[in-house]
C-alpha cells in the first residue's frame, strides 16, 4: 500500500492506514442453470443503467459503507441502485448465496451484499459478495481489513472493484482530489488549498487563507506530494507539499511570477510559466538537480503546460497566433506545433492518464465549455457547457473530467462531467471551489479481484 492514513494536530493529511486484501471468503451454495445475463445496454448512444441491488451490510458502519457505495456507483452513470424498499429477501449472509428468484423478480441485474466483522486486534473484516441473480453466479468476493473508522474509505475500495468487474475499467472512488475553496465576498474572499475524497467528503484545510491559492496539483506517482502556487503581497512561490508530514517547500525564488505547476508523470520534474518583463514561457525544472530549462521564447503567453503520460510530449496553450490555441511540443521544447482547429478560445489543457485525449476549456460565443479531442488534435467534442466553466482535471481511469462552474451571478462549485456528456453532476463538496485536480487510485488496483473463487463462480 501506498498511503497511510494519519491526522497530525498540525494540518497533515488523513492518508489511510493500510487495507488489508484478503483471500476471498466462500460461499456455501452454488448457482444453478440461469437465465441470459442482462448487460448495461448502449443504444445509438443511450446508456441504460444496470439496475443493481446494494443491501445494507451488517454490523457496525454497515449500512453506511452500503449508502456510500450505491451513492458512488449511481453518480458513475453506469449504476441504478434500487431502492431497499423494493428488496423482498432480506438478512442477506456472506455463508449463503441470495434467493435469486427474489431478486430477478424486482429486476435487480446485480445483488451486492456484505458484512463487518470484529476483530480481537480492534481492526474489523469487511467481506462483500456480488452476484448476478439470472445466471445465478457469484461474480465477485472480496474481503478488507482494516481499523472501523477507515469504513468510508473501504466503501469507496468496494466500489472500486464492482464498477471494475462491472465495467470492465478501472475504477475511480478510492482517490481524492485537491482544489481551492473559497469563502466571503468579492471583496473580502479568502481562499484556501482544500482536499477531500473525490465524493467531496471529509474535506481537511491546507493552508490557513493568508495567501492567494492557485493550480494545486497532485504528483501521479507520488499521491501524497503536490504542488501549487500561493500568492502574496510581494512574491510568488511554486510550493512542494508532503500531505503525509505537512512539510512544505519552496522550489525557490524566481525573477518574475509563477503560473501553473505540474508534474512530470514520473514526478521527477515539474513544468510551469514565468510571467518576465511582460512576457510569459513555459519552463521544466528537474526536482533531483533543480537544474532549470526554458521551453519556449515566443512573444505570445504561453502557458498551463501538462504531460503526456510517458513524459515525451507537453501540450500548452498560446496566443503566439493572436487567439489562444493549443500546442504540442516534445519534452525538450523542440517541434512545438498547434493541434485545436475550431473556432473560440482553447485553455487549461490536461493529458488523459490514459494518454489517448486532451481535455480542454474553450471559450466561444459568449459561453465556456468543457471538451477532449484526440493527442493530435483530431476528434474534438464538447462534453459540458455553461456560463462558466474552466480548468478540467481527470479521473484516474481517464473515464471522467471534473472542472469549476459558475452561475450567472451565483458561486463556482465543482462539476464532473463522463466521456460521453451525458452524465454531468455537481461534485459532493458543498461549499464553493475552483482549480481542482484529481489524484491518482490511492492504491493500485488489485490484481485479481476474487474471480473463480467459489463454486458457484460466473464463468468468464
Known amino acids: 500500500m501506498r498511503l497511510k492514513l494519519s491526522m497530525t494536530a498540525a494540518a497533515a493529511l488523513l492518508i489511510a492506514a493500510p487495507l488489508v486484501l484478503q483471500?476471498?471468503?466462500?460461499?456455501?451454495?452454488?448457482?444453478?442453470?440461469?437465465a441470459p445475463m442482462r448487460d448495461v445496454v448502449v443504444d445509438q448512444g443511450v446508456l441504460k443503467p444496470l439496475a443493481i441491488a446494494v443491501a445494507p451490510f451488517r454490523g457496525e458502519h454497515g449500512s453506511d459503507i452500503s449508502s456510500v457505495v450505491s451513492a458512488n456507483l449511481k453518480r458513475s452513470g453506469f449504476f441504478d441502485?434500487?431502492?431497499?424498499?423494493?428488496?423482498?429477501?432480506?438478512g442477506l449472509t456472506l455463508a449463503n448465496a441470495p434467493n435469486f428468484p427474489q431478486w430477478t423478480q424486482i429486476g435487480a441485474q446485480a445483488v451486492l451484499y456484505g458484512a463487518v466483522t470484529p476483530r480481537p486486534d480492534n481492526r474489523v473484516d469487511v467481506g462483500f459478495r456480488l452476484y448476478d441473480p439470472y445466471r445465478q453466479c457469484q461474480l465477485v468476493s472480496y474481503q478488507f481489513t482494516a481499523t472501523p473508522e477507515q469504513w468510508r474509505r473501504i466503501a469507496h475500495k468496494i466500489s472500486d472493484i464492482v464498477y471494475q468487474r462491472m465495467t470492465g475499467e478501472a475504477g475511480l472512488f478510492d482517490s481524492r482530489v485537491i482544489f481551492v475553496s473559497e469563502e466571503g465576498t468579492a471583496l473580502n474572499r479568502i481562499n484556501r488549498l482544500t482536499i477531500a475524497d473525490q465524493d467531496g467528503f471529509q474535506p481537511i484545510y491546507?493552508?490557513?487563507?493568508?495567501?492567494?491559492?492557485?493550480?494545486?496539483?497532485?504528483?501521479?506517482?507520488?499521491?501524497?506530494?503536490i504542488t501549487y502556487?500561493?500568492?502574496?503581497?510581494?512574491?510568488?512561490?511554486?510550493?512542494?507539499?508532503?500531505l503525509t508530514t505537512g512539510r512544505r517547500e519552496s522550489l525557490g525564488e524566481f525573477d518574475g511570477q509563477v503560473l501553473a505547476p505540474r508534474f512530470s508523470n514520473d514526478g521527477t520534474k515539474i513544468a510551469?510559466?514565468?510571467?518576465?518583463?511582460?512576457?510569459?514561457?513555459?519552463?521544466?525544472?528537474?526536482?533531483?538537480?533543480?537544474?532549470?530549462?526554458?521551453?519556449?521564447?515566443?512573444?505570445?503567453?504561453?502557458t498551463s503546460p501538462s504531460f503526456s503520460p510517458d513524459g515525451s510530449q507537453i501540450v500548452f496553450n498560446s496566443?503566439?497566433?493572436?487567439?489562444?490555441?493549443?500546442?504540442?511540443?516534445r519534452a525538450d521544447g523542440s517541434g512545438q506545433r498547434p493541434i485545436s482547429r475550431g473556432g473560440g478560445s482553447y485553455t487549461a489543457p490536461a493529458w488523459s492518464p490514459r494518454g489517448d485525449l486532451i481535455a480542454?476549456?474553450?471559450?466561444?460565443?459568449?459561453?465556456?465549455?468543457?471538451?477532449?479531442?484526440?493527442?493530435?488534435?483530431?476528434?474534438?467534442?464538447?462534453?459540458?457547457s455553461s456560463y462558466f466553466e474552466e480548468g478540467p482535471s481527470w479521473a484516474p481511469n481517464g473515464r471522467y473530467v471534473m472542472f469549476a462552474r459558475q452561475t450567472p451571478g451565483g458561486d463556482t462549485r465543482l462539476?464532473?462531467?463522463?466521456?460521453?456528456?451525458?452524465?454531468?453532476?455537481?461534485?459532493?463538496?458543498?461549499?464553493?471551489?475552483?482549480?481542482?485536480?484529481?489524484?491518482?487510485?490511492?492504491?493500485?488496483?488489485?490484481?485479481?479481484?476474487?474471480?473463480?473463487?467459489?463454486?458457484?463462480?460466473?464463468?468468464?
Open 23 to 34: 483471500a476471498p471468503a466462500q460461499a456455501q451454495s452454488t448457482g444453478a442453470n440461469a
Open 81 to 90: 441502485p434500487l431502492n431497499p424498499a423494493s428488496f423482498i429477501e432480506t
Open 272 to 302: 510551469f510559466s514565468i510571467i518576465r518583463n511582460g512576457n510569459t514561457d513555459i519552463y521544466v525544472m528537474d526536482l533531483r538537480s533543480r537544474q532549470l530549462s526554458r521551453l519556449t521564447s515566443d512573444p505570445g503567453i504561453d
Open 229 to 242: 502556487v500561493a500568492l502574496g503581497k510581494d512574491y510568488s512561490r511554486i510550493y512542494l507539499y508532503n
Open 415 to 460: 462539476w464532473t462531467v463522463d466521456l460521453s456528456g451525458r452524465v454531468v453532476s455537481q461534485a459532493g463538496y458543498a461549499g464553493r471551489g475552483t482549480d481542482p485536480a484529481w489524484s491518482p487510485l490511492l492504491d493500485s488496483p488489485p490484481a485479481n479481484l476474487g474471480l473463480n473463487q467459489g463454486a458457484d463462480s460466473c464463468p468468464n
Open 319 to 329: 496566443d503566439r497566433s493572436g487567439q489562444a490555441r493549443l500546442y504540442v511540443m
Open 360 to 384: 480542454f476549456t474553450k471559450s466561444s460565443g459568449g459561453r465556456f465549455s468543457t471538451g477532449v479531442m484526440n493527442a493530435d488534435g483530431s476528434g474534438e467534442r464538447i462534453l459540458s
Open 206 to 225: 491546507l493552508t490557513q487563507g493568508d495567501e492567494v491559492i492557485m493550480s494545486p496539483r497532485f504528483s501521479m506517482s507520488q499521491p501524497d506530494e
